[in-house]
């Protein structure tokens, strides 16, 4: 199954539907689909890297409202439809200690926990059980998932082929130093200023 949705992504990369495929995954993983758009993107940029800042703004916006879907299923549907999304991640008993998270940090949590390999769905669905302020969730949103998106294709815009088994096999580690320096800078800024 893996190799037949590898294949199909190749293809449909050098495809002029290649951006709304794009968007729709990075629609779709923002609030329900298990499948992160980093499987467009990649071939995308690998293709043609002139569009790699096109492709991440077209993820980037694409996942942000989707992120207010998945905000929607947390305040309005979250024991119809967000608890079983997060059952299905095995996230169900992670909700609690996020929620304390985000009250505790606000925008900073969304934007850490948006960065992370986390699923985004999991923070999307648990920042409207929370019922954060919807305007600092769309900020964290926008920052958090184009810290992702962007960083994704710059490093293959830069690097090109060479880099992609890097990003591939170590996305999470590479956002997780990015997010460490990120709160190591929100914490200097907290004590320092």
Do not use: C
């Not at 302020?133 to 690097?159: C, D, K, T």
């Not at 096999?169 to 929100?186: D, I």
């Amino acid at each position: 199954m893996l190799r037949g949705l590898y294949d199909w992504t190749m293809r449909m990369a050098a495809s002029k539907r290649a951006p709304w495929a794009l968007a729709a995954v990075s629609f779709a993983e923002s609030s329900f689909f298990p499948i992160p758009p980093d499987i467009m993107l990649i071939p995308m940029v690998l293709s043609d890297r002139r569009k790699a800042w096109w492709y991440a703004t077209v993820a980037t916006v694409a996942s942000v409202i989707g992120g207010i879907l998945g905000y929607a299923i947390g305040y309005y549907f979250f024991e119809a439809v967000g608890l079983p999304i997060l059952k299905f991640y095995g996230r169900e008993h992670a909700l609690d200690s996020f929620m304390t998270f985000v009250q505790e940090y606000g925008v900073e949590a969304v934007i850490i926990k948006g960065a992370t390999p986390i699923p985004y769905k999991v923070v999307t669905i648990a920042a409207g059980v929370g019922q954060m302020n919807i305007w600092a969730f769309l900020g964290a949103s926008i920052i958090a998932r184009a810290m992702r998106f962007y960083l994704v294709a710059g490093l293959l815009y830069f690097f090109g082929e060479p880099i992609r088994a890097f990003i591939e096999k170590r996305l999470g580690l590479v956002m997780t130093t990015f997010v460490v320096l990120l709160v190591g800078g929100f914490v200097a800024v907290k004590y320092i200023f």
